[in-house]
């Protein structure tokens, strides 16, 4: 809205009845959820408004219609991800001149949720999660997600070693420098994202462990349905506790302990 506007804010339960033409979206897929019921999250403006092609590319990684510097094209990329990990969906209602309307579809839960009951055990209690002592390459092109992810795994024990691109973290990868662990966004800049950087990986270093974190639903980064065999995906946002349990998970499988 670049000459000003109005900027509106809904949120409504929507019913089966109301819902059911919304696609893709079952009843079954989250755990919980009352049948049918969903948190309906709308933000709507009088901007500029969208075209058709815009609006349907507006969720993809990295797209933008804003001029370098301005935009990175990973806000409703990522508000997309996270709604997916959901199991709901994102709508886009726009038109050039007339503006746009997004809305987010929740399941709907009956029961209140607290927060302690968000926390992990150890976080309520104050008790040690498992840490290590290996050392870790982490691959994360924005520096300040990367910043906060190295200081969650140093205050666990991990030695860090950074990378900010996939090609950077290859030329690592061909060096002989040691690593326990592979570390790395899955949706990055450039002609190397972290899927094609992890199968690199795969074959200069068999048995490095890998372990990938992106905002996106599972299904988005893998359309055929399931991690590669010797990967693990971690899905952000997550708790320092989930990274740390993760680690240790693929670092130290059952087989080996």
């Known amino acids: 809205m670049p000459n000003g506007g ?9 019913t089966k009845a109301e819902e059911a033409e919304i696609e893709g979206i079952s009843d079954s897929e989250s755990p919980g959820a009352s049948p049918g019921h969903f948190v309906v999250l709308t933000v709507a403006d009088t901007g500029t408004g ?9 969720f993809e ?18 508000v997309h991800g996270f709604v997916e990990q959901s199991s709901g969906r994102a709508e886009i209602q726009s038109r050039p001149g007339e503006g746009t309307s997004i809305s987010l579809y929740l399941p709907a839960i009956d029961a209140p949720v607290h927060g302690a009951a968000l926390e992990t055990s150890s976080d309520r209690q104050g008790t040690a999660m498992p840490r290590g002592s ?21 205050t666990l024990g991990y030695a860090v070693i950074v990378a900010a691109s996939g090609d950077e973290a290859l030329e690592q990868l061909k060096s002989n420098r040691h690593f ?12 190397l994202n972290g899927r094609d950087l992890a199968e690199h990986s795969v074959r200069l270093r068999p048995e490095l462990p890998v372990l990938l974190t992106s905002g996106y639903a599972e299904q988005s980064v893998f359309p055929e349905g399931r991690v590669p065999g010797g990967m693990r995906l971690l899905n952000k946002p997550y708790r320092r506790s989930a990274l740390a349990h993760a ?7 059952p087989a080996n302990r």
């Open 61 to 78: 990684p990295f797209f933008t219609t804003k001029e370098v510097g301005k935009g990175t094209g990973l806000g409703l990329s990522q």
């Open 6 to 14: 109005r900027l509106t804010l809904d949120v409504k339960i929507e």
């Open 50 to 58: 969208m075209s058709e092609d815009v609006v349907s590319r507006a």
């Open 134 to 154: 290996e050392t870790i390459l982490v691959v994360e092109d924005n520096a300040d997600v990367r910043s906060q992810v190295c200081k969650q795994l140093e």
């Open 247 to 253: 680690l240790r998970e693929v670092l130290s499988p």
């Open 180 to 191: 326990d662990l592979l570390f790395t966004d899955v949706v990055m800049p450039g002609e």
